[in-house]
């Protein structure tokens, strides 16, 4: 399995050849207003795993843990296509909706839902969690 991908315009795109080793949804507010929308879901590889061409732009904030989170965009078309975090060393995350395939996401977490938007979703059954779990890939 190939995880393969691209952002709105084309000029950054990434091949992953493993599979993800934490996939899921968050619903903070950093990440509703980075993304627009409701959630980023987000799966994570190790970052020696995931080959990346094109420009990619990064922007960073302390996260509501304190730690900084970077998220990399396109600096053509503004796509959110990544996110490195202190408290995730070695890994980055990957938007789900770059997925040229996105069938190939499975989001195994909710996290973050104490601040989701009242309009946003949760499917029932979830794992989710009101903040940050104590160990995301427990
Ligand atoms: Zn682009
Ligand atoms: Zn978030």
Redesign the pocket.
């Known amino acids: 399995m190939s995880l393969t991908g691209q952002c709105l315009c084309g000029s950054v795109k990434y091949e992953c050849p493993v599979a993800p080793v934490l996939s899921g949804n968050?619903?903070?507010k950093?990440?509703q207003r980075s993304s627009g929308g409701a959630?980023?879901p987000t799966f994570f590889v190790p970052a020696a795993a995931i080959s990346i061409l094109g420009e990619v732009t990064y922007y960073d904030n302390a996260?509501?843990s304190g730690k900084i989170?970077s998220r990399g965009f396109c600096p053509k078309c503004g796509s959110q296509m990544f996110s490195k975090s202190e408290s995730m060393p070695g890994l980055i995350g990957v938007r789900a909706g770059s997925l040229d395939d996105t069938s190939q996401y499975h989001p195994h977490v909710d996290?973050?839902v104490s601040r989701a938007a009242p309009w946003d979703y949760i499917p029932p059954g979830a794992a989710a969690f009101p903040e940050m779990p104590p160990n995301p890939k427990g």
């Open positions: 968050c619903h903070c950093d990440c959630y980023a996260g509501g989170v996290i973050f």
